[in-house]
């Protein structure tokens, strides 16, 4: 089946505990996206990449850092993760270029920053 | 920037239609349209790319007017399953940058 995969769905952390959140796609899409979605603020991009090796900022980079180096995986890493990083996550992929192709998004993850 | 989404809300009862409307101050080279239920990750509806032309999924519809950097999505003769939160997207290139809006609630009501 094709999909998005995510891991964890939830998580509860402390200040400063590094973390990383896990993104895997089993359909061969160049193009993979890290969104956090917030009460009334609607998806805002985190980082996309249209291939491996070739990451870029979105609107929201601060505090996030991705690596690309597979093609099947992206994974969001918060260095030192603080309150105002509790969020919804959601990592998604697409064929190739963001613009012009369906995104195929993950189930999301719940991030709790204590 | 982020695209401006209008109405936040709309509430309708069955078979009621309703336009949800996104608009950027940038030139645009597509429009996204997405649905996300409560719990759930939003899922792909329809892409609409410079030219202005108009697509369907079931009985929405959509429409891209490139000159005035809008697009409008219309619920026709809605039914139950067409509630959720409704986010557009845009980018201005076919590569990289994809903003959505805040997002409009649709309830539908029996």
């Known amino acids: 089946e094709a999909q998005v995969t995510q891991n964890p769905r939830y998580l509860i952390t402390v200040t400063g505990k590094k973390l990383t959140v896990t993104c895997s796609q089993n359909?061969?899409?160049?193009?993979m996206s890290w969104y956090r979605q917030d009460p009334g603020l609607g998806l805002r991009q985190i980082y996309y990449?249209?291939?491996?090796?070739?990451?870029d900022k979105g609107d929201v980079p601060e505090g996030y850092k991705v690596s690309r180096k597979e093609k099947r995986n992206f994974p969001l890493i918060l260095e030192s993760p603080s309150p105002n990083q509790t969020s919804l996550y959601f990592c998604?992929?697409?064929?190739?270029?963001?613009?012009?192709?369906?995104?195929?998004f993950g189930d999301g993850t719940r991030l709790s920053i204590l | 920037q982020q695209p401006v989404q209008s109405p936040q809300a709309v509430i309708l009862r069955e078979g009621e239609d309703a336009v949800i409307n996104c608009s950027s101050s940038?030139?645009?080279?597509?429009v996204h349209w997405y649905r996300q239920k409560h719990g759930e990750a939003p899922v792909f509806l329809m892409i609409?790319?410079?030219?202005?032309e108009q697509k369907g999924h079931e009985k929405i519809s959509a429409s891209f007017n490139e000159k005035k950097q809008q697009s409008s999505l219309y619920l026709t003769a809605s039914q139950l399953s067409y509630s959720g939160t409704y986010f557009c997207?845009?980018?201005?290139?076919?590569?990289?940058?994809?903003?959505f809006g805040a997002g409009t609630q649709v309830v539908v009501t029996p």
């Open positions: 998604a992929s697409s064929r190739r270029g963001g613009g012009n192709q369906p995104q195929h």
């Open positions: 359909m061969n899409h160049e193009y």
């Open positions: 990449s249209m291939n491996v090796e070739v990451t």
């Open positions: 940038k030139a645009l080279y597509s």
């Open positions: 609409l790319l410079k030219g202005g």
């Open positions: 997207g845009s980018s201005t290139d076919s590569w990289g940058k994809l903003q």
